[in-house]
């Protein structure tokens, strides 16, 4: 076996009104060439202004990395001809990214691993390509939505550090309302390097580069691929046949395809674009960042172990997913008993979400103000915990509220003492050979007595009460 | 209307002596007769309309747009077969501007091909003839805008200068051409050649002219990042020929002619009466004085320029692939059409350009050249931010002399004056106001002399030459056929 070394460029669409350098709309659209400004076709004449919202949102991301961020705000061009480059040029940070030398700590299987970032920057994408049997189709909706790039360091050594970094990052987009990360929509993509050497060496072995690679289960099928593919050449003495080349993926056979050598290289020729003039980074600026970056899940993981007395395990389930740690949140600010709502989150409404993977915990019907109006009706005593739960599949099934279930099945627990002795009485003296094979040690008959009695109650008798009213009277 | 001034054409407009449509219809008819000589336009706007006449001085008056600016539904060239067929949906920001204040755009004027050359022969229309002698060239870019005004068909028209090429064209046309500070007015809309260099402006045929002009273009403009603030100067407004007490200096390194070891009889001349115009500004009250600028210094601009302007040039012109606008190229893929269009559609001139361009970007070529040239540009306008400390503005005598003949061959100048020819480069390195007035005569042919002052101080680089102007019998003149 060998070491494998991994690096990685995580490309993200970021979130905003506007494109990064015009002021047509960055949105989603089904219907090619909708969302499109005279600058991102290229039109003669058009000048690039920078999105201050994208700018702002990039010095955040590189401040949660811990990057060093420089003193102004540049940007450069990307000079290559490509049908889907208006341009001619792509504009992005080359000499002088919005954060370098970064570092984050992240937990892989159990472990502390220290991710070094070389750099994130701030760039714009370009126009997408549809092939045709004998055409092909630009769409530029996709020209000049924002993009951060973040590189890091060959720091990685498996594809489940690469993937728990990724997850990582992702998390932090979501939770900072920078990038959606919706795969789906394309908004994510990842360049791979991938290298091997052996495990006493200090050498670095020869790169390949895997490019755009759109999925995290591909990005860990890629990783996979090459190590086991770079590994048996290696073993095999045919380590020469290993080339510093750029690979692609192919999704329908999970290996990687060789795309172009190190020779057919493009020199980008980059220089500062003179469009923009350099913009000062103050420290008023970087102040109001730094008090406007939001909880992030490792921070809102601590508090629900501390304040509220949450499992590691479940806070970690809580805020895998920032919607699903906002609906708790939510939950709790409203009144909710956090440990309540965390196992309704964690048990019930998750596997509804699980269902299917188009859904998020935003479509299902139950809204979180309804789960603090459960968990407070069995607080209450109002109904039990089993009728609880009745009332959850009711109200997916019904679209009503728990109150509103409650009314319409008449599950109210029974607050009557005088009516539940009176079926504590009956089930007794319905049930003497029962009370018989109690006192002769058969324990669990009393369970059935009380099953009697919530029987005789439909439900409504307070189970614990019922129980303690036995007993009392079978002595 | 021929060879009437804006403020002459204004009190006939509001006096009711002529409508805004009898101008129209007479600009437009003068083009057409000027049209076979020069050969001025890529397109007449024959359907030009008057507009509305008021208080406003440029409201109802006819002017001219070079073709690198984007005029909404009419042809917009940059006088290049690669936008041969370019109709753009948009105004450039100084043209709406002007709309706005009730301007009337009745041409558009050939350039050299995408504002790249200094000759005005490079043009997908053909050569542009200057009218004080059809064998001349009108120098470029600007060219057609220079000839068109100079012939009087209209009192501007609109020029872009990224290295000389609205006050070179001004000087051998014998009119005025006024480059403003670098972002006062919107790049917007006009297609770019070298975006740190280029710089909207106006040739016109006086001073005031082309203060009204530039106030009614000006602006900080929100699709254009380099522009500034400047509503609190009015230039027409602040004219003021008092300039008594102005320090001006000349670079003695190049404007004596004892420093030319061979000098041509027009270059004697030209820098003769550069002397006579010196004294002009010393009998109005400036003080003028000669300085020395280390020669290594000035023997880099041009190449300077040439590594700047190219690689801006070969990046901004990247956007020319016929695949959304343009007439488009042939081919089986999309490289070839790409290949096709940019092979089909530029000039030579325009392939070395982006050829040298492409190469002092080359990485291993970047430091040497493209960054080198960068700093060497620092090291130029820190030496005039230095000279500037002390002097309101920099005087110099505009190219060698008079039009060249349209077959001189701008790229072989001699070494000894190519320092000379290049000079007004500086005030594209800088971002400097700077304006060329017509300042007399050399073998029949119109010379200018040009005024480069400080970053934002138009006002005074306007008020010297506003004066200088006033001695002189130049101002409104109109091209006459001598030869």
Redesign the interface.
């Given at each position: 076996m060998y070491k494998a070394v991994i690096g990685l460029e995580f490309h993200c669409e970021m979130k905003s009104h506007t494109k990064v350098f015009s002021n047509a709309i960055n949105g989603f659209s089904k219907l090619s060439n909708q969302l499109v400004a005279?600058l991102d076709?290229?039109?003669?004449?058009?000048?690039?202004?920078?999105n201050k919202t994208c700018v702002k949102k990039a010095i955040e991301m590189a401040m949660i990395l811990n990057c060093k961020i420089p003193e102004y705000m540049e940007f450069d061009?990307k000079?290559y001809?490509?049908?889907d480059l208006?341009?001619?040029?792509q504009l992005t940070q080359f000499f002088n990214p919005v954060g370098v030398d970064g570092k984050v700590v992240i937990e892989v299987n159990g472990k502390e691993k220290e991710v070094l970032i070389h750099d994130i920057h701030l760039e714009e994408d370009s126009a997408s390509l549809d092939h045709y049997y004998d055409t092909?189709n630009?769409d530029y909706n996709r020209s000049g939505v924002p993009l951060l790039e973040l590189v890091t360091e060959p720091c990685l050594n498996s594809a489940d550090e690469a993937i728990e970094f990724l997850e990582y990052i992702k998390r932090i987009y979501e939770y900072t309302d920078i990038s959606d990360c919706d795969t789906k929509k394309g908004q994510i993509r990842a360049d791979v390097n991938v290298s091997i050497m052996d495990n006493d060496s200090k050498e670095l072995g020869t790169k390949v580069e895997v490019k755009n690679v759109n999925s995290f289960d591909s990005i860990r099928k890629t990783i996979e691929y090459e190590i086991e593919r770079q590994s048996k050449l290696k073993s095999e003495g045919r380590y020469d046949e290993v080339v510093q080349e750029t690979r692609r993926f192919d999704d329908e056979t999970g290996t990687t395809i060789h795309m172009r050598s190190k020779a057919d290289a493009i020199?980008y020729?980059y220089?500062t674009?003179?469009?923009?003039?350099k913009y000062k980074i103050t420290n008023e600026l970087l102040e109001e960042i730094k008090k406007n970056i939001p909880m992030l899940a490792h921070e809102r993981k601590n508090k629900y172990i501390s304040e509220y007395n949450l499992s590691e395990y479940d806070a970690k389930v809580l805020v895998k997913n920032k919607k699903v740690s906002d609906y708790f949140e939510e939950c709790v600010r409203l009144g909710a008993d956090a440990k309540s709502a965390c196992n309704w989150i964690t048990t019930k409404v998750l596997a509804e979400v699980n269902k299917s993977d188009e859904i998020t915990i935003d479509d299902v019907f139950i809204r979180p103000s309804m789960i603090a109006e459960l968990i407070k009706l069995i607080a209450d005593k109002k109904i039990t915990n089993n009728q609880g739960k009745e009332v959850f599949t009711k109200m997916l099934e019904e679209h009503l509220t728990p109150v509103e279930i409650v009314k319409k099945y008449n599950m109210e627990i029974l607050e009557d003492d005088n009516l539940v002795n009176s079926l504590v009485d009956e089930v007794l003296s319905e049930n003497e050979k029962a009370i018989e094979d109690y006192k002769n040690g058969r324990t669990n008959m009393l369970d059935y007595l009380v099953g009697q009695v919530m029987k005789k109650s439909r439900g409504k008798a307070n189970p614990v009460d019922a129980k303690n009213k036995l007993l009392e009277k079978i002595k | 209307m021929i060879g009437k001034s804006i403020l002459e054409l204004h009190d006939e407009l509001k006096n009711g002596k002529v409508t805004s449509n009898e101008l129209v219809n007479e600009s437009l008819k003068a083009c057409h007769e000027i049209q076979d000589k020069t050969n001025s336009f890529v397109t007449i706007i024959d359907d030009a309309k008057g507009s509305e006449v008021t208080d406003d001085l440029l409201s109802g008056i006819p002017y001219g747009i070079k073709d690198i600016f984007s005029t909404k539904d009419i042809l917009s060239t940059g006088s290049s077969n690669t936008l041969n067929n370019y109709v753009p949906f948009f105004d450039a920001t100084c043209v709406a501007n002007l709309k706005k204040h009730g301007a009337v755009g009745v041409a558009k004027t050939v350039l050299d091909e995408l504002g790249m050359g200094g000759t005005g022969t490079t043009g997908h229309t053909g050569i542009v003839h200057n009218p004080w002698n059809l064998e001349r060239q009108t120098a470029g870019s600007s060219a057609g805008s220079a000839a068109s005004v100079a012939c009087g068909v209209y009192p501007y028209a609109l020029g872009s200068d990224t290295g000389d090429s609205i006050r070179k064209p001004a000087a051998y046309c014998g009119i005025v051409g006024y480059k403003p500070t670098y972002g006062m007015i919107s790049r917007f809309g006009m297609f770019q050649f070298a975006s740190s260099l280029d710089t909207v402006g106006v040739l016109t045929r006086n001073v005031e002219d082309a203060a009204i002009a530039v106030d009614g273009m000006k602006g900080l403009d929100e699709n254009d990042m380099t522009t500034w603030d400047s509503s609190s100067i009015n230039l027409f407004k602040s004219l003021n020929k008092d300039v008594k007490g102005k320090k001006l200096f000349y670079i003695e390194n190049v404007c004596d002619i004892n420093n030319y070891s061979n000098p041509s009889e027009e270059l004697k001349e030209h820098l003769n009466n550069f002397k006579e115009t010196i004294k002009r500004c010393e009998e109005l009250g400036i003080s003028v004085s000669k300085v020395n600028i280390d020669s290594k210094l000035l023997n880099a601009l041009y190449s300077t320029y040439v590594v700047i302007s190219c690689a801006e040039a070969t990046s901004n012109m990247a956007n020319l692939t016929g695949i959304s606008f343009g007439p488009g190229g042939e081919g089986k893929s999309p490289d070839e059409m790409i290949k096709d269009h940019r092979t089909k559609g530029f000039s030579p001139l325009i392939k070395r350009r982006f050829v040298i361009g492409s190469y002092v970007l080359q990485r291993e070529n970047q430091e040497k050249f493209f960054l080198n040239a960068k700093r060497v540009r620092r090291l130029i306008v820190n030496k005039m931010n230095e000279l500037f400390k002390e002097y309101d503005a920099m005087i110099a005598p505009v190219g060698t002399g008079p039009a060249k003949y349209i077959d001189d061959n701008k790229n072989v100048h001699d070494k000894e004056t190519r320092v000379l020819e290049e000079l007004l480069q500086i005030g594209n390195f800088g971002g400097y106001p700077s304006i060329t007035i017509p300042n007399g005569f050399v073998n029949n042919l119109p010379v200018g002399v040009n005024i480069t002052g400080k970053v934002k101080d138009d006002v005074s680089v306007l008020n010297i030459a506003y004066a200088l102007e006033s001695t002189m019998n130049y101002k409104n003149q109109l091209a006459r056929e001598e030869n």
């Open positions: 005279p076709m290229g039109f003669p004449g058009t000048l690039p202004v920078v061009r000079n001809f490509y049908p208006p341009k001619g040029y092909s630009i020199d020729k220089f674009d003179p469009n923009i003039p | -």
